[in-house]
T-cell receptor, first 117, second 113 residues
Framework: GAVVSQHPSRVICKSGTSVKIECRSL??????MFWYRQFPKKSLMLMAT?????????EQGVEKDKFLINHASLTLSTLTVTSAHPEDSSFYIC?????????????FGSGTQLSVL | GENVEQHPSTLSVQEGDSAVIKCTYS??????FPWYKQELGKGPQLIID?????GEKKDQRIAVTLNKTAKHFSLHITETQPEDSAVYFC????????????FGTGTQLKVEL
């Protein structure tokens, strides 16, 4: 299957700082990527849809100023958690749809565990 | 929108036994049903998927069955092995949602020696 790389895998930061998470499609171009958030032992909750060259689409209840998404190229989307607080601690996962695949088939990155102290 | 329910939330089986996880969905227009396996601290990995034009799909020890009339689909793992231990998620498309997926609540599968 297609490879989606996510970095970093783990980050610890102080409250009030910003953290950037990168999601790359390694062997294909992705016009659309998705960002999910997952709490321990819970399901994946879609946060936003990242669209190359245009603004991201956020799900209801997700603060766009808090979670900044940039999709500047066909292989890279970034999620920046601004002014992070302990309640932002979570597992963040990106996914992308590979070309030539059915439009629903998603490939996921390895996730980023964010811990805000 | 689509509502996906998944059962059981936890499942413990003996090595070599079969495991079955079931999901139901609400939108009769849904036509694509994937299953993902997530190991601890990692992202979900697609293990098998099925389209609504078929009732069953098999890939070695893994199979998925679909009943469109009843709006449910199931994951079947035969001859389970310890490395099958993980969390499994079903999903269905969010109709009218730009081909986004709605995920089930997950099943923690533990294969015991």
């Amino acid at each position: 299957g297609a490879v989606v790389s996510q970095h970093p895998s783990r980050v610890i930061c102080k409250s009030g700082t910003s953290v950037k998470i990168e999601c790359r499609s390694l062997d294909f171009q992705a016009t659309t990527m998705f960002w999910y958030r997952q709490f321990p032992k819970k399901s994946l909750m879609l946060m936003a849809t990242s669209n190359e060259g245009s603004k991201a689409t956020y799900e209801q209840g997700v603060e766009k100023d808090k979670f900044l998404i940039n999709h500047a190229s066909l292989t890279l989307s970034t999620l920046t958690v601004t002014s992070a607080h302990p309640e932002d601690s979570s597992f963040y996962i990106c996914s992308a749809r590979a070309p030539g695949q059915s439009h629903e088939k998603l490939f996921f990155g390895s996730g980023t565990q964010l811990s805000v102290l | 929108g689509e509502n996906v329910e998944q059962h059981p939330s936890t499942l413990s089986v003996q090595e070599g036994d079969s495991a079955v996880i079931k999901c139901t969905y609400s939108d009769s227009a849904s036509n694509y049903f994937p299953w993902y396996k997530q190991e601890l601290g990692k992202g979900p990995q697609l293990i098998i998927d099925i389209r609504s034009n078929v009732g069953e799909k098999k890939d070695q020890r893994i199979a998925v069955t679909l009943n469109k009339t009843a709006k449910h689909f199931s994951l079947h793992i035969t001859e389970t092995q310890p490395e099958d231990s993980a969390v499994y998620f079903c999903a269905a498309p969010l109709t009218g949602g730009g081909n986004k997926l709605t995920f089930g609540t997950g099943t923690q599968l533990k294969v015991e020696l």
